[in-house]
């Protein structure tokens, strides 16, 4: 079985100008450090036809649940892969892959940013994917876990990404 993710969000910019900041090193970086905790941008491309990067985010022991402190042990390291691909309508779609050691790929989705068709400086960013975790007895319960911290940590993103936005 997995949980559904469905995300959605909006800013008061281009899709062209969001998506240069998405893929943007100096805002991954600060992004990552304004997060906390021992994180790191290991992979990082840019081109005209798209970009893909590579982070690892390390989750803190003490904010690991009791349930999954057996399975993930006392360090948890999620590596979480984008791919972005510039479209010909002006729009981008990509892909992300999370997960670690105990649950590869745990976590996958497939992303787009697009101009709000309404609105003249305005877009739309929209993740929808599944999470799944194959551990007997709990996965379902991690899964939920899992589910409901991708949703916090995408409305954190957000919130950045428009104070950077902001202040450019």
């Known amino acids: 079985m997995s949980r559904g993710i469905e995300y959605r969000s909006s800013f008061g910019w281009s899709a062209e100008q969001v998506f240069e900041v998405l893929v943007d090193r100096d805002y991954l970086e600060e ?7 021992d994180n790191e941008l290991v992979e990082h491309a ?7 990067f590579r982070i690892n985010q390390a989750v803190r022991a003490e904010v690991i649940p009791s349930i ?10 999620i590596a979480r892969r984008e791919e972005w691909h510039r479209q010909d309508d002006g729009s981008f779609a990509g892909t992300v892959t999370a997960g670690a050691a105990v649950v590869p790929n745990a976590i996958t989705a497939a992303q787009r940013l697009r101009d709000l068709p309404s609105e003249e400086r305005a877009c739309e960013h929209v993740v929808e994917g599944d999470v799944r975790v194959d551990v007997p007895f709990v996965g ?29």
Not at 46 to 52: D, I, K, L, N, P
Request: net charge positive; hydrophobic share 40%.
């Open 68 to 77: 999954a402190r057996p399975i993930v042990g006392g360090r948890l390291v």
């Open 140 to 168: 379902g319960k991690l899964e939920d876990l899992f589910a409901g911290e991708v949703r916090g940590l995408l409305d954190s993103e957000h919130r950045f990404t428009v104070d950077w936005l902001s202040r450019r």
């Open 31 to 37: 992004r990552l450090r304004a997060l906390g905790g």
């Open 46 to 52: 840019v081109t005209e036809s798209g970009a893909r």
